[in-house]
């Protein structure tokens, strides 16, 4: 059940409007790692959950997330509010107008003309939201991973929309959302290393002979690491093909008429080694006039 309280989670204070940082912030509304997606992705993960603690978290974070994304629209709402009159009412001169609503070489005109300057389910370049953002795959530690993911990828995205207002207001309210990514990002963490076998992901467990084994399938000088040092892995300075010591060649057992038509197929469509046609771009050339 959901209720919604007629108050932010946190204080939203705007200092004048801006169309164009509006337009930046929808990225954290209906973009890839925004608020919407994050709050979608927490909650059909915590419907499926079957642990009651983890089920509890991530509906918790989930709904915390859509109070975030209230947060965001009310910042582009805020910050449209000017222009959204002005564009409604007709008040200023066309010419005018169109400069207050494009700014320095934004898009926000996407927002004010086809949304009327309120929050849209679209990011930052006018791409509609998704499904596809949602990258569950119903595997605890798998989608505790990837949620660790999301979480550090929506702090960059708050820290680098920080760095372009000096709006006081827009600014602590970013700062906000920005330590909350941090704070769930953690909670995730716990969660995941709670659970006692969490690596591999699934149940099966990894072919022993290639599960500790490190390629190095790039020439030049190599550095070495705990990520593919001796300690850790078998490391194999120059790997050949094939490494399970077969010869490396695809096969398929065939059935006799399989065999047969396979064979009169190359038959039909091989290609004359010894015959030097001339093709249409040859001739159409300069060279050949």
């Known amino acids: ?117 309120g929050p849209a389910l679209t990011n930052s370049g006018g791409v509609p939201w998704t499904a596809a953002y949602i990258d569950t795959i119903g595997e605890v530690t798998a989608d505790l991973r990837s949620n660790v993911a999301a979480e550090a990828r929506a702090k960059i995205i708050y820290e680098r929309l920080i760095n372009v207002t000096d709006d006081v207001g827009v600014k602590d309210a970013l700062g906000f959302l920005m330590t909350r990514e941090a704070a769930h990002q953690l909670s995730f963490e716990k969660a995941l290393y709670a659970i006692r076998d969490n690596f591999p992901p699934g149940k099966l467990p990894p072919i022993e002979q290639y599960a500790h084994t490190y390629y190095n399938m790039s020439e030049g000088n190599e550095v070495r690491g705990s990520w593919n040092s001796d300690e850790n892995f078998d490391y194999v300075a120059d790997p050949q093909p094939a490494v399970d010591g077969g010869d490396g060649l695809a096969s398929v057992v065939l059935s006799d008429q399989q065999q047969q038509s396979v064979e009169a197929l190359a038959t039909r469509t091989a290609s004359d080694p010894l015959i030097n046609p001339i093709t249409g771009a040859e001739a159409g050339s300069k060279k050949s006039t």
């Open 1 to 117: 059940m959901f209720r919604h309280v007629k108050k932010l989670q946190y204080t939203v204070r705007v200092s004048e409007p801006n169309p164009g940082l509006a337009n930046l912030l929808l990225e954290q509304f209906g973009g890839p790692q925004g608020e919407l997606a994050a709050a979608m992705r927490y909650f059909t993960q915590g419907l499926a959950d079957e642990d009651i603690g983890r089920r509890d978290m991530l509906m918790d974070i989930a709904t915390e997330e859509l109070s975030h994304l209230e947060i965001i629209g009310s910042l582009v709402g805020m910050l449209n509010k000017g222009a959204k009159g002005e564009l409604a009412e007709g008040t200023e001169k066309e010419g005018e107008l169109y400069r207050s609503i494009t700014g320095a070489g934004n898009d926000s005109h996407l927002t004010s003309i086809l949304y009327g300057g």
